[in-house]
């Protein structure tokens, strides 16, 4: 994939309009199949990584109308079982089709609360897109109907001409519900519950709700006025947000139930709790957790080093380690906030990268150099215990593991220095401890995880959780799933009350 400007694209794509806006009828399906997938325009990768601002522009009326035309309708829809939460893909497509916007988007909204948000972040290409048929016929699932960049195309619309409705609240229950956490777990269970007519408090220990989507993702692939509009959405609703406040710390769990009179609570804390490679040098200067430096990056703006309250020192070389998205994002932040160079050091090769291929594409485009089949060993530091380098092995590819993926193997002897002042180690999080630590009957997993039944509840009466709490770390989409679920066994549970 190389980078093509947005007005060559625009061209193509109104060219390809016309033609298919007088066959439009009569279109049969191989034709369909045989219409190009439409590219997503982006900004040009040498102006993006001097700003923070959104990468991809998302389609044109044309570029949709176009790349909807590619749906053959099929009729046993195996998009829509790919959907975790089983949207109505066939459907909002062919309202695309026909132009009509509302209509598509409110289809949509009948399953995925979120959709501005899921059709940017949602790893289609292994969900709905995968299974797509279109992929299928053209033996390539990168092929398939772009179905999350359309499904982002009308939720924009939608949030662009202010027809975004704010959903029917039913009389006033005088029942109240505690969630703990605002990410997408935590908003959609408040969105379901507050539809009932209950009272919704939702607590946040940061000053800032929205979760990850917020203080992880960082603002060139998430806006974070998309999701301050879902959080007035909320507030206007009636759901109330009370932030910097941590529960299990200002609260005890336990206490919303017993001492505050809530009628259930919902817990969504998420896996806040970065791993560690535990080698020599991790606890030297310049070593940071991709949490924290995307946490410092998008909530405290540390990139403004004028008027951040906790700049970022300037780094010039940064390694950061792993291979996923939360690796992609640290690099891709790392290239805008000024390091000359940025490599992703990565223990297997990049067809076991669980980045998406575009997160991939983009950071190749944006100039992050890829050392794969390598690791850290150790970091080096100098007298004053700042990061000067960094050791690597290297290694082979051996048998699958219990991921199925091939099992990367020590070469010995390989080890080699990478010049760095910086490395951000993004292998993966842990469940957040602190209200597993702080309530003497929850349940967890050896990982930490809170164990629930199949609606979401845990070991304690009227306590319910999901997302990333209970999954690990998982998927907005999976959250916002495991949210839906919480959300109807509370609402029958207070029903019944
Ligand atoms: C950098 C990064 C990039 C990602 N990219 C993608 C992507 O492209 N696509 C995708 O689908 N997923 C992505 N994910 C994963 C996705 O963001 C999560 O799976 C999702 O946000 C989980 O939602 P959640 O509601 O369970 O928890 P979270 O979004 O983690 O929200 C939990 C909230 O609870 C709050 N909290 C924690 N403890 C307490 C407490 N004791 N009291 C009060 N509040 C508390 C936290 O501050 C937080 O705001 C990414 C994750 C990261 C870190």
């Known amino acids: 994939m190389s980078y093509i400007d947005p007005a060559t694209l625009q061209q193509e794509a109104i060219k390809l309009y016309s033609e298919l806006k007088q066959k439009e009828s009569e279109l049969k399906n191989k034709e369909r199949t045989a219409i190009p997938q439409q590219e997503m325009p982006a900004q040009d990768p040498n102006k993006r990584i001097k ?10 009326a044309e570029q949709a109308y176009v790349e909807a035309m590619r749906c053959i309708q099929c009729k046993n829809a195996p998009c829509v079982n790919g959907c975790p939460v089983g949207i109505n893909i066939p459907e909002f497509v062919k309202s695309i089709q026909k132009g009509d916007y509302q209509e598509s988007v409110d289809i949509i909204k009948q399953n995925s609360l979120l ?4 059709g940017r972040v949602c790893p289609q290409e292994v ?3 995968e299974t797509c048929t279109v992929g299928k016929v053209l033996k390539d699932k990168n092929l398939s109907v772009a179905i999350g960049r359309l499904e982002r195309f009308v939720a924009d619309w939608e949030q662009e001409h202010g027809k975004q409705s704010v959903p029917k609240i039913k009389p006033e229950t005088g029942k109240k519900v505690a969630i703990v956490g605002s990410g997408p777990a935590g908003i959609t269970v408040a969105a379901d519950v507050r539809r009932e007519g209950h009272t919704v ?4 220990a940061f000053h800032k709700p929205g979760g990850v989507i917020v203080y992880g993702i960082p603002e060139f692939r998430m806006p974070k006025r998309i999701v301050d509009i879902e959080m007035k959405t909320l507030e206007k609703m009636g759901v109330e947000i009370r932030t910097n406040f941590l529960v299990g710390r200002t609260r005890k769990l336990e206490d919303l139930i017993e001492k505050d009179g809530f009628d259930a609570v919902f817990v969504g804390t998420g896996a806040g709790l970065p791993r560690f490679m535990n080698i020599e040098g991790e606890n030297l200067v310049g070593v940071f957790s991709a949490n924290e430096y995307l946490t410092r990056a998008n909530l405290m703006k540390a990139y403004d080093r004028q008027k951040a309250d906790t700049p970022i020192f300037q780094a010039k070389k940064i390694a950061v380690l792993g291979g996923g998205n939360v690796a992609m994002d640290a690099a891709r932040m790392a290239r805008r906030i000024g390091a000359e ?6 223990r297997r090769t990049e067809v076991e990268m669980p980045a998406r291929i575009e997160e991939v594409a983009h950071a190749k485009e944006e100039g992050i150099e890829f050392h794969l089949l390598k690791n850290a060993k150790r970091i080096l ?10 050791e690597c092995i290297s290694y082979e590819l051996g048998e699958p593991d219990d991921s199925g993926r091939r099992r990367p193997v020590i ?4 080890e080699t220095v990478l ?7 993004a292998i993966g999080n842990d469940s957040n401890p602190l209200i597993r630590q702080t309530t003497k009957d929850l349940v967890t997993n050896k990982w930490g995880n809170i164990i629930v039944d199949e609606n979401c509840k845990t070991s304690i009466d009227r306590i319910y959780a999901g997302g990333d709490i209970v999954l690990g770390a998982a998927t907005v989409i999976l959250a916002m799933g495991q949210g839906r679920t919480a959300a109807k066994s509370i609402n029958s549970l207070l029903a019944s009350r």
Do not use: H, L, R
């Open 419 to 425: 010049d760095v002042d910086t490395v951000i180690v």
């Open 381 to 390: 530091g100098d007298d004053k215990g700042c990061v000067i380098g960094m």
């Open 51 to 60: 700003n923070m601002s959104e990468v991809t522009y998302g389609y044109t």
């Open 201 to 204: 408090v939702m607590f946040e």
């Open 411 to 414: 070469i010995e002897g390989s």
């Open 127 to 129: 969900q709905c897109q």
């Open 341 to 346: 160079k940025v490599y992703i050091v990565y």
């Open 115 to 118: 959709p501005a948000i899921c």
